[in-house]
């Protein structure tokens, strides 16, 4: 199931990029010196499963979306920040044992956890052509908005965490400017967060990205 819609989540991307009005039939030559202001989408795709996060389980995959702005700072390098919000959550169950060791109950629980995600990073691009490919790096600074347990049963590890996460963000992608409009896909790996402020682990998990934007 998740496969099929990771494939589906794929393709719809690619129409979007590829069927925009107009088509790509060639580079706007406005595109220099710039600045874009858009709107970015997609979809975060977590692993099946995570032992060594606070909590284990099925990590179903979650929509993103925000803001973001892009500029140039020469031919190559362009400079862009993201406002993304961003939702996870967890799936796992929990076993109620006897003195004796024997299972007496079980629950399935579900964790949500909503982030607001700022992202800055520079885009190296190859030669400026109709379709231009180029190469992501940054960091994100991930701030928790809510997080929830249903049920909320005790457990050793409370779900109220304070304070920002930092990761690094690496990827590549496509671009085009069509009509005025820079209309751009691309996957990145968000990983390595650390909590800043807190000896805590995170519960923000590495995560497979698939976005694509429309800038104006």
């Not at 690619?14 to 790509?24: E, N, Q």
């Not at 580079?27 to 989408?41: H, L, P, S, V």
């Not at 060791?101 to 990073?121: A, N, P, Q, T």
């Not at 590890?157 to 009509?179: I, T």
Request: hydrophobic share 45%; glycine share 10%.
């Amino acid at each position: 199931m998740k496969t099929c819609l990771n494939k589906a989540v794929v393709l719809a991307l690619a129409a979007t990029f590829f069927c925009a009005p107009g088509g790509l039939s060639a580079e706007d030559a406005q595109t220099e010196g710039r600045t874009y202001f858009g709107i970015k989408g997609g979809l975060s795709l977590l692993p099946d499963a995570a032992a060594h996060e606070v909590y284990p389980g099925v990590y179903p995959n979650k929509p993103v979306f925000g803001v973001f702005m892009e500029d140039r700072f020469s031919e190559e390098c362009w400079g862009w920040l993201e406002i993304l919000y961003l939702a996870q959550s967890s799936v796992y169950d929990v076993f109620l044992r006897d003195g004796g060791g024997k299972i007496v109950s079980e629950h399935k629980v579900i964790c949500s956890r909503k982030y607001l995600e700022f992202v800055l990073g520079g885009k190296l691009r190859a030669e400026t052509r109709t379709v231009t490919p180029f190469v992501m790096t940054g960091g994100a600074m991930s701030v928790l908005l809510d997080t929830s347990r249903n049920p909320d049963i005790v457990d050793p590890e409370q779900p109220k965490f304070r304070g920002p996460a930092f990761s690094a963000v690496v990827g590549m992608g496509l671009e085009a400017a069509v009509g005025g409009l820079l209309l751009s896909i691309d996957v990145r790996f968000d990983f390595f967060a650390e909590r800043a402020f807190s000896d805590r682990i995170t519960p923000k998990p590495d995560a497979l990205l698939l976005m694509a934007g429309i800038g104006f």
